[in-house]
Every structure is written in structure tokens, then in C-alpha cells.
């Protein structure tokens, strides 16, 4: 019985060593030859060599791959659902400040933030803050700076002074002492606010445009002069 054993091992050893391999491994230029003859079947002889010749060190990719367009649409589906527009803010009033949100002491704590940002943004090494009418004044954020309103197109703003607490292209939105919230145009009104002890009257229209887009904007010259400083 042992010798039977034996001697089924070694013929199954011989079957498997003897027997060819009926899988063939075909090269890339094989495979490139096969695919020209049968999608190229209008095209003259000079015109298959010339294209073998461009794709003969080139990868040839014969089918999509499901797998990565998949992965794809995954990660892109990812990046447009981590970010909300401006259109979906809006319907959804997050930017919108409440009734009960509208207090003038509420909003001070960021008045302070802002005198600290400002002083800090002019400090000088000698420990004063030096104000000129230049680029930067247009660049600041302006949320948090108290400012009034001292010539307008519309009269009945003239006057009205608060602390900004939101900005848009065209417009402010301040607090006034009075617990009201109030829209400030931007556009032909000018506008008046201090840093530091410092006096600055400045134009609306020389700052028109959302604050993310104002900071990383050239402006010309011309800008300069639509601001008046004066020390107290």
C-alpha cells in the first residue's frame, strides 16, 4: 500500500512537470499590433506604422478603469460638499444677525479686538503708530471699526455712527448706540473713524468690493487722495 502511494506522487510530479503551459505572455508590441488590425481597419499600411511608431513607448490604455473613475466622482462629490456658496448662505440667514443679537455692548468686545488689530498692523519699532494715507487703509478689515457717517448722496445717513459688523460689496451693516441695526451704502458717502489717535475720513467708493477680494487688490494711485487724515 506505501509503494502505491509512492508511486501516484511521482506520476502526479511528472504529469505536472511534463504537461506545457498553455498561457502565452504577449509583449506590448503584440498586443499594439492585435489592436491597430482591429480598429484601424480603414486606415493605409504608412498610416498604422507611423501611429505604432508614436504609441510604441506609450501606455496604451484599451478600457476605462471603473475602479478609478469611481474614486473620482468620490472625491470630487467630497470637495463640493465640504464648502457651502454664497447663494446657499444667504437662504440659510447665517450671516443674518438677530433681534435679540442687535446690542450695541454685544459688539464692543470686537471694537476692542479691531483698535488692537489696527495698532499692531502701524506699530512702529520706536513704539508709536504712524499713519499715512497709503494702500493699507484701504486693505483693512473693517469689521469691528466705530465709524460715522459725515457726507452722503442720501441725507438722512449723515450722522448715524456705529460699530461695522458686517460688510458686503457695496454696503455696511453697523450697530448703533441705539440698538439698531443700520445698512450704509458705500458709494458716494464719506466715512470717518479713528486709529490710534489718529482722524481718517475716507470715501466709500475707493473701498467697493467684498473685504477677501479688497485685501489682495492693486489699487491705483488715485485711491490715496479719496483720504484725509488729521491728528487730534
Not at 500500500?1 to 508511486?7: C, L, Y
Not at 465709524?147 to 450722522?159: A, L, N, P, Q
Not at 445698512?183 to 475707493?206: C, D
Amino acid at each position: 500500500m506505501a509503494t502505491n502511494k509512492v508511486d501516484l506522487k511521482i506520476d502526479s510530479l511528472k504529469f505536472l512537470y511534463e504537461t506545457p503551459l498553455k498561457t502565452e505572455v504577449k509583449t506590448n508590441a503584440q498586443l499594439l499590433e492585435e489592436y491597430l488590425k482591429e480598429n484601424a481597419i480603414n486606415s493605409n499600411h504608412s498610416d498604422i506604422e507611423k501611429l505604432k511608431e508614436r504609441l510604441r513607448f506609450k501606455p496604451l490604455l484599451l478600457e476605462k478603469s471603473l475602479v478609478g473613475n469611481k474614486d473620482k466622482k468620490k472625491r470630487i462629490g467630497k470637495r463640493k460638499n465640504t464648502k457651502l456658496g454664497r447663494v446657499a448662505i444667504k437662504k440659510l440667514n447665517l450671516y443674518k444677525i438677530s433681534k435679540d443679537e442687535q446690542k450695541y455692548d454685544t459688539f464692543l468686545p470686537l471694537h476692542n479686538l479691531w483698535k488692537n488689530y489696527v495698532r499692531n498692523l502701524y506699530l512702529h519699532k520706536n513704539g508709536k503708530v504712524m499713519i499715512r494715507a497709503e494702500e493699507r487703509v484701504l486693505k483693512i478689515d473693517y469689521h469691528g471699526a466705530k465709524i460715522e457717517v459725515k457726507k452722503c448722496k442720501c441725507e438722512s445717513f449723515v450722522g448715524i455712527s456705529g460699530i461695522i459688523v458686517k460688510e458686503t460689496k457695496n454696503m455696511f451693516e453697523i450697530i448703533t448706540q441705539q440698538n439698531e441695526l443700520k445698512a450704509l451704502p458705500k458709494r458716494e458717502t464719506l466715512f470717518e473713524f479713528l486709529i490710534h489717535g489718529h482722524k481718517i475720513s475716507i470715501y466709500g467708493n475707493a473701498i467697493v468690493g467684498r473685504p477677501g477680494e479688497r485685501m489682495v487688490k492693486r489699487f491705483k494711485n488715485t485711491y490715496e487722495s479719496d483720504m484725509i487724515l488729521d491728528n487730534l
